[in-house]
Structure formats: structure tokens, C-alpha cells
T-cell receptor
């Protein structure tokens, strides 16, 4: 029944580790996104894929690498985690790139020790 | 440059009061879209409304209403007869035609409704 699902919901790890967050949507949407919400609640887009093709890549460190194996999945891999990576990461999807509303997952809270 | 400003960081009201959340945007595009999202304490982001730049009609949905004024670049959100369940952070966002649907969010307004 879940529209956009992210796993895990919580991720606690040490600095320097590599971790992945998975996202899946069952809405049949063509476009998926990753957003980062910092400790002050500010939301900023990181990446977007349309039909498995990268279309938005905001100035994000190359330690972050998105991967879209198919249009229903968009995963986020982060290498060499730093303290500043602590945030809530939201996955979202929309029908296309025509400014339709984006549907968000519940978020993954990443805490770096 | 695109920008969304929500000048009210926090608002506190008592139940049944009306409250308006302000949103001012900047864009050079003539075609753009405005959104409001709600983030309750549980953390998820819930879509509330989408409005395109050619439709300045006000919209009402139950206790929620939106006032879009291009002349002042504002898209304000009013909750009538607020309830405790309205307590949340509310985000205004902008996306531009041709911007690949990138949402530019304001900083959010935290609304606390007290019984």
C-alpha cells in the first residue's frame, strides 16, 4: 500500500563508513528525487532521475552517488561519511518533469557518530 | 534567481484561532508552480496544494485556504479555526517550468496550536 518507501528509517554509523539508503515507489512515476533536510529543517534537492537518467545533480560532494536500476528505484550511496552528513534524507517521486506534486517517503534519519 | 521566503519562523496560537502563514517567492520565469507541504511531528512530508502561475484564483479546501497574488509575489496559507492536529512545520515551495521539477523550499514555518 505504501507509495514511496525508504529503508532504513534510521541509520547510525561511524565517521568514515560507507552506507546506502534504498528507495522504491509503486506509483508508476517516471521521476525520482533525493532531498536532504538539515538540523534546521531546511530542505534542499540533491539529485533527480527521470526514467533512470540523471537530470538534476545539485552541488553535492562526489561522496554521494545515486543509482537508479529501474524507474521504480533510486538508491543513495554515501562514501566516507562525515559529521556534516547527519540529516534526514527524503526520497520523492512524481509523474514526470512537468511540475506535478512530488510524493515523499517518510525519510531516513542518518546520524554520524 | 529563485528563492522562497517564509519570514515567520514560529507561530503559536490557541485552538480555534485563525492563522495565516506567509510565503513570498522570487523567480524570473513567467511560468512557475507553487506548493505547500505539511510536515507533522512524525516527520513525513504531506502535499497540500499546487498552483500554477496563470491561475490566481484563491482556493479553499475545508479549513484551509490559499491566497495567490502575483502582484506581491505571495502565496499565503490560512487555516481557519485551527486545531491541535494542525501543529506542524509548513513549507512553501517553488518550481519553474523547465527546471526539471526541482522544488525550491522556503525555510518553513513551525505552527504550534495549543488547546
Amino acid at each position: 500500500d505504501t507509495a514511496v518507501s525508504q529503508t532504513p528509517k534510521y541509520l547510525v554509523t561511524q565517521m568514515g563508513n560507507d552506507k546506502s539508503i534504498k528507495c522504491e515507489q509503486n506509483l508508476g512515476h517516471d521521476t525520482m528525487y533525493w532531498y536532504k533536510q538539515d538540523s534546521k529543517k531546511f530542505l534542499k534537492i540533491m539529485f533527480s532521475y527521470n526514467n533512470k537518467e540523471l537530470i538534476i545533480n545539485e552541488t553535492v560532494p562526489n561522496r554521494f552517488s545515486p543509482k537508479s536500476p529501474d524507474k521504480a528505484h533510486l538508491n543513495l550511496h554515501i562514501n566516507s561519511l562525515e559529521l556534516g552528513d547527519s540529516a534526514v534524507y527524503f526520497c520523492a517521486s512524481s509523474p514526470g518533469t512537468n511540475n506535478q506534486p512530488q510524493h515523499f517517503g517518510d525519510g531516513t534519519r542518518l546520524s554520524i557518530l | 534567481a529563485q528563492k522562497v521566503t517564509q519570514a515567520q519562523t514560529e507561530i503559536s496560537v490557541v485552538e480555534k484561532e485563525d492563522v495565516t502563514l506567509d510565503c513570498v517567492y522570487e523567480t524570473r520565469d513567467t511560468t512557475y508552480y507553487l506548493f505547500w507541504y505539511k510536515q507533522p511531528p512524525s516527520g513525513e512530508l504531506v502535499f497540500l496544494i499546487r498552483r500554477n502561475s496563470f491561475d490566481e484564483q484563491n482556493e479553499i479546501s475545508g479549513r484551509y485556504s490559499w491566497n495567490f497574488q502575483k502582484s506581491t509575489s505571495s502565496f499565503n496559507f490560512t487555516i481557519t479555526a485551527s486545531q491541535v492536529v494542525d501543529s506542524a512545520v509548513y513549507f512553501c515551495a517553488l518550481s519553474e517550468q523547465g527546471g526539471y521539477n526541482k522544488l525550491i523550499f522556503g525555510a518553513g514555518t513551525r505552527l504550534a496550536v495549543h488547546p
